[in-house]
């Protein structure tokens, strides 16, 4: 059986996702990633684009704006539904580690 797309979002998804709160360009969300991680996760335009293709075709951004070949996007109903249960997924996570070394919180 297939993994279901976007059932779980790597990294790079996730940083897209969440830049894209707020209405960016392609490139302005290159650089909102690289700064909000403090350079520890990079994009490359590459994997940007393909990925911004696939989360309009999947409807979870939306395109906004065309100025020549710069293109704006921003975030769906479906997108911030998708981002907030990869955030769901990402805190039980934490708390099974938590849990497994002893390290519950009080």
Do not use: H
């Amino acid at each position: 059986m297939a993994r279901e797309k976007f059932r779980t979002l790597t990294e790079q998804m996730f940083y897209v996702l969440l830049c894209l709160r707020t209405e960016y360009c392609g490139m302005d969300v290159m650089e909102q990633v690289k700064s909000m991680t403090d350079g520890r996760v990079t994009i490359g335009p590459g994997t940007l684009y393909n990925l911004l293709e696939q989360f309009q075709t999947a409807g979870m951004i939306r395109e906004t704006k065309v100025e020549g070949r710069r293109r704006s996007y921003i975030l769906t109903d479906k997108g911030a539904a998708t981002l907030d249960a990869e955030y769901q997924r990402l805190c039980q996570q934490a708390q099974d580690y938590r849990r497994f070394f002893g390290k519950e919180e009080t």
